[in-house]
């Protein structure tokens, strides 16, 4: 059984988490040189959260470097891989995967 290409409905949920993750690893002051690099504060920023965060766990799970090639299935196990590491390594508050995509958080 083959499985669907992410929905829609995914790709902007998929963004939105981005988004609030970004802000969320910034206000607990995790700058990207503390979960990544040792030498200078780097803020997060919906891009960098994709890159540097989502991505690499998506190639390590379904050897897949874009987003728009994983499934509906993948998301859901990529945020649980990034959302345990975030919180049980770091202690990081890591929002909940956005069910719905609203504007008014773009």
């Known amino acids: 059984m083959s499985e669907e290409q ?17 802000k969320a690893l910034n206000d607990a002051g995790l700058d990207q040189r503390k979960v990544m690099k040792p ?10 959260v994709k890159t540097n965060l989502w991505v690499p766990i998506q190639e390590a799970m379904i050897q897949k470097d874009s987003t728009a090639d994983a499934t509906t299935k993948d998301y859901s196990q990529i945020y649980d891989v990034l959302a345990r590491h975030l919180t049980t390594k770091l202690g990081a508050e890591v929002p909940a995967w956005p069910d719905k995509f609203r504007e008014d958080e773009r």
């Open 39 to 48: 030498s200078a504060e780097i803020p997060w920023n919906p891009e960098s």
């Open 6 to 22: 992410r929905t829609n409905q995914q790709n902007k949920s998929l963004y939105l988490f981005f988004r609030l993750l970004a």
